[in-house]
């Protein structure tokens, strides 16, 4: 059942507040709710409300900083950096992105390097902020060691998402945004407290045999994507925004949480390219040539990265959120503060 429906910004304050009560600085509880809520409002549910009482389990549990200050380096090269504190990855992400993109625009490109994050939130949301400024950017990190390597059994990579935006007119960016396994163990997550079972080739048990049952997933381990292909891609991942930003890899994020109930705590990298300078001198239109590959593609009623979320966005703005009852009584209950949220 649903409720009278709830604006998007009505629904951000709401997430604001609840973090707010549990500690929170006022800037982090209004990052971690602005991601929050454009997730919802786009309708990608695995990373919209469903993530507050994490956030707040992670809280509780005394593995992330609520009064973390987010540090912006001070270089000047192409390279930069912030360090979180442990603090959670939005505010984190906030504090770097004006740097980043007064930086690609000087260079050429750039790279933000984030450090010690509690990362709960989807690529696409910095990837889009960034094509809307005229940027093309790809965002990866890393996660839990929670997918077996293809031709595996044992978890060993972490569902390592990837994300990538491409500027075009108007306010709907060409992005994609997937995690290198079959599927986000968020995903997976849901259709356990739905009761629903998994589609075949999503996973296997403890026992390496291939399952359907999603508790046995999360207990054994997610298959990557593309069997070698999506393998090959988590491991680039894990070497990018693990090893060589000098952050957690994988299976370091587990062994630091302890338990893969708990949201990850690690690094991220996002690279930012600037198309007209990446064309220079060459007499073509980079953006123009962009939109001839995508309307080519449209033109063979293929679909378009993200064409379901901004439909899904255009609705929730001018329809409002219908928030299902066991939903608004979640927020209802988090709005009482830590002590209010469930165990893990």
Known sequence: MTDTPLSVAALEARIRDIFATAGLSADAAAANARIIAAAERDGAKSHGIHRVEQCLQVLKAGKVAADARPALDAETGAVRRVDAGGGFYPPAWEAGRDALVSTARAHGMAALVINDALHFSALWYEVEDLARAGLAALSMCPSYATVAPHGGIAPLLGTNPFAFGWPRPGDHPYVFDFATSVAARGEVELKRRA?????????????????????????????????????????????????MIGDRMSREALDFMGTASLLPRHGALILCLDPAALSAGRGRDPLAEGENLIAAIAGQTARIPSQRRYAERARSLAEGLRLTAAERATLDRLAGGLDAVAPI
């Not at 998994?198 to 046995?216: F, I, M, S, Y």
């Not at 207990?219 to 090893?243: N, Q, R, V, W």
């Open 195 to 243: 009761g629903d079972p998994l589609p075949e080739g999503w996973a296997v048990g403890p026992d390496g045999a291939p399952t359907t049952d999603p508790q046995a997933a999360l207990d054994g381990a997610l298959l990557p994507f593309g069997a070698h292909k999506g393998s090959a891609i988590a491991t680039m991942i894990e070497l990018l925004a693990g090893a």
